[in-house]
């Protein structure tokens, strides 16, 4: 147990733990920052027409090989590092021994022909109360939630899972999402597959960290709205906020001209998301689990969606409970406080765990929290 403290100093998640390093790295690089602005306007402002003279004979042309073959190169390398997580996805160990459940893996493709990794339990029954789609946060996968699945069987509810773009088994450059959008746009598209597996049975969504704020906004959309009964939200990233103004302001142009860049030095040190050590350990071992510095566009969508979400409060009818330790230093319970106060939602609860970490379903007292969803999912059920 002496060698566990070490470890914990050296661990990280989650947005704004990850986002507010960013700034450091931006103070000690402006000129790089007036750097890239400068090449950004050298590129997009036009440039007057100059005649050139013929190459000179024996001069190779320059060819657009070598770019294609650069670029082929770098898909290659993307395709390769896709591959190697989709087996290690499949990997995850999905039952244990003393649950009875049927589980299985898939492929689903995207609104943007994207393969996305998804996992299922159903139990061994056939009479099933609902369904829940679970929605992971950011950086890790959903293979990390196969114990609450099994709780969830266990009283009588199917599950799916779906690993986002860039994430766990799922196509794309590892940690880097282009639009949390276009994963609100997938959430639809595989809700409709769901729905059809499972004609006439309650859907329900549940979603962690940044993947609670995806699924809220997925929610406001009428059509998804319309195909669920409900949504679960633990730790919900609604109020992130960049440590200083330079941050906000040139996070959209980085975002356009470097979007896959990563700040150095941006994941050194972190904040423990559970008082579990040795769930901590086993988060921070998973070769699944993106530890890498965020990149850039990345983050900028996880500010631009909080900032979103901040702006709607008052719009949101979709019936949710929201869950949130008391502690978190990721993400802000008094923002899920403001979300339960101000939704426009009729059937709505909240449950503030006194001391709790971010990772809810992680803490020690995990199937207690577990159950705590479990009642609220079928109290809504009673109530329809």
């Known amino acids: 147990m002496a060698s566990a403290e070490p470890e914990l100093d050296q661990l990280t998640s989650g947005a704004s733990n990850r986002i507010i390093p960013i700034v450091k790295a931006l103070r000690a690089s402006l000129i790089f920052v007036y750097t890239f602005f400068l090449s950004f306007l050298w590129f997009i402002l036009p440039r007057p027409r100059r005649f050139h003279s013929p190459p000179l004979l ?4 320059s060819s657009p090989q070598k770019h294609r073959k650069r670029r082929s190169l770098w898909l290659i390398q993307d395709e390769e590092d896709t591959l190697r997580r989709r087996a290690l996805a499949e990997d995850v160990r999905m039952a244990r021994d003393d649950v009875a459940c049927r589980w299985s893996t898939s492929l689903f493709y995207g609104l943007r022909s994207n393969a996305l990794f ?116 633990t730790s919900p990233a609604l109020r992130v906020k960049p440590a200083h103004p330079i941050v906000g302001a040139v996070a959209p142009l980085f975002s356009l001209v470097a979007p896959k860049f990563q700040f150095k030095g941006a994941n050194k040190r972190g904040i423990p998301v559970s008082r579990d050590p040795a769930a901590l350990l086993a988060k921070y071992s998973d070769p699944l689990v993106y530890t890498g510095p965020i990149r850039v566009r990345t983050g900028h969508e996880i500010l631009r969606i909080s900032s979103y979400l901040m702006r709607h409060l008052k719009s949101v009818t979709v019936p949710f409970f929201v869950l949130h330790g008391t502690a978190d230093k990721v993400t802000d319970p008094l923002a899920s406080q403001d979300l339960y106060n101000e939704a426009a939602s009729r059937f709505k609860e909240i449950k503030l765990y006194d001391g709790f970490l971010h990772d809810l379903l992680f803490e020690p007292e995990r199937e207690e929290i577990a159950q705590d969803i479990i009642n609220w999912m079928e109290e809504r059920l009673n109530y329809l």
């Open 118 to 233: 998804c996992r299922s339990w159903f139990p061994v029954c056939d009479d099933i109360k609902g369904v829940l789609l679970i929605i992971h946060g950011l950086n890790e996968h959903s293979g990390r939630y196969a114990d609450f699945a099994r709780q969830l069987t266990l009283c009588n509810f199917g599950v799916y899972a779906m690993d986002w773009i860039g994430h766990g088994g799922s196509d794309g450059l590892h940690g880097y999402v282009p639009s949390l959008d276009h994963v609100a746009a997938d959430i639809g598209s595989f809700l409709e597959k769901i729905k059809l597996e499972n004609p006439g049975v309650p859907c329900f969504l549940f979603g962690h960290s940044t993947g609670g704020a995806v699924v809220l906004k997925a929610a406001s959309y009428p059509h998804i709205e319309e195909m669920v009964e409900g949504i679960v939200l």
């Open 58 to 61: 024996g001069t190779p042309p």
